[in-house]
């Protein structure tokens, strides 16, 4: 695998805006908004934080795989590396607990959804406790230190034996995590990094497939566009709707939260497929709504539940006029917190450090 300078492609802006819109749609229709008349959305939301954390790995793991092996033994790579990685989650999520704390002990907003005491902000901050969507924020930042290793060891399986002797490290460790942390004994909202381990090692081996493939294919790979289909459609299947209405199970919007093998497999398959398929499969991502909303993708998950509260409590609507008011809500809260917060701290970097996302 030759080293190559890190490369931005607009159409996982669209992915990430993919995962937080899932997200949102599903806490919609489990309170009852018209998300999407006739067909309940209710249940998806976890799928699409497993995409958040397949497109994590990825992400970074291509960034350090494209790096030149001497960047790997200087200090201020991986200086750069912690830095970048505390400012992408730890600023924005300390405004929410210290807003959810106030919010909680002064008993001024009864409605807000993240009820969080002193106690419970000391567990929040030990990444030891998240309440509602908060769960995913230690999931995802312990990884962060998990990362390189994991990195390193796919990288020197690649030059050994490469991308099948890489997907095979991938399986192996997969397997030991199902073994010591299996799907069925694992909690609702689990802040255990363990359990989710396989998603996080699937956008990693995905990120050496990617950049294997790199630009060796001039016309698009068949292979990616068949698979990214069969992943897209295995997807749709997987929705606890579509399940019911095809007959296999009754109703239950929990039914596939611990499928975690399936969502790692199926993303992953559609990734690759958005960036090394088909050009009809790519389009969609690099809509620009779909950038931007990846953009303010983080953002728009921490919130979203505050202002879906608002709009149910305090304002008491409901219907069609609830929804809009939960999208338009969300929206700007978001982009307020993205321009505020997220943006100018990403500007931030350790001297010449390169790492971002």
Do not use: C
């Not at 899932?22 to 919609?28: C, D, E, P, Y």
């Not at 002990?105 to 000391?122: E, H, K, M, N, V």
């Not at 950038?291 to 919130?303: D, E, K, P, Q």
Request: no cysteine.
């Amino acid at each position: 695998m030759q080293p190559s300078g890190p490369r931005h492609d607009p159409a996982l802006d669209g992915l990430r805006g993919l995962a937080v819109l899932i997200v949102l749609l599903s806490h919609g229709a489990n309170v009852g908004l018209p998300v999407l008349p006739g067909f309940s959305l209710s249940g998806i939301g976890k799928s699409g934080v497993y995409l958040f954390f397949v497109l994590s790995a990825f992400l970074l793991t291509r960034l350090l795989l494209g790096l030149p092996r001497a960047r790997w033994r200087e200090a201020g790579t991986w200086i750069d590396y912690a830095l970048r990685r505390v400012l992408r989650i730890w600023p924005l999520y300390l405004v929410v607990l210290f807003a959810s704390v106030a919010a909680t002990t002064s008993g001024a907003l009864p409605w807000w959804p993240y009820a969080i005491d002193g106690a419970s902000l000391l567990r929040h901050l030990a990444l030891q406790e998240g309440v509602s969507v908060l769960w995913s924020i230690p999931v995802e930042f312990k990884y962060y230190v998990w990362l390189p290793a994991v990195a390193a060891l796919l990288a020197v399986a690649d030059r050994l034996g490469g991308v099948w002797l890489a997907a095979l490290a991938a399986a192996a460790l997969s397997a030991g995590a199902l073994a010591v942390w299996p799907p069925a004994e694992s909690l609702v909202n689990d802040v255990r990094l363990g359990p989710y381990l396989m998603l996080f090692f699937a956008g990693a081996l995905a990120a050496v497939v990617s950049l294997r493939v790199g630009e060796a294919a001039a016309a698009p790979g068949r292979i990616a566009t068949a698979a990214g289909a069969a992943a897209a459609l295995a997807l749709l299947a997987s929705v606890p709707s579509s399940v019911a209405a095809l007959g296999l199970a009754a109703f239950e919007p929990a039914l596939n939260h611990r499928w975690f093998a399936f969502f790692a497999v199926a993303w992953s398959a559609l990734l690759l497929a958005v960036l090394h398929g088909a050009r009809w499969l790519q389009r969609p991502f690099e809509m620009r709504p779909m950038r931007w909303l990846g953009w303010i993708s983080f953002s728009a998950y921490l919130w979203h539940m505050p202002v879906l509260a608002a709009v149910l409590g305090p304002l008491g609507l409901s219907g069609a006029a609830a929804l809009a008011a939960f999208a338009a809500g969300t929206v700007v809260v978001s982009w307020v917190s993205w321009r505020l917060v997220e943006r100018p701290l990403q500007r931030v970097r350790w001297r010449d450090g390169r790492l971002a996302r």
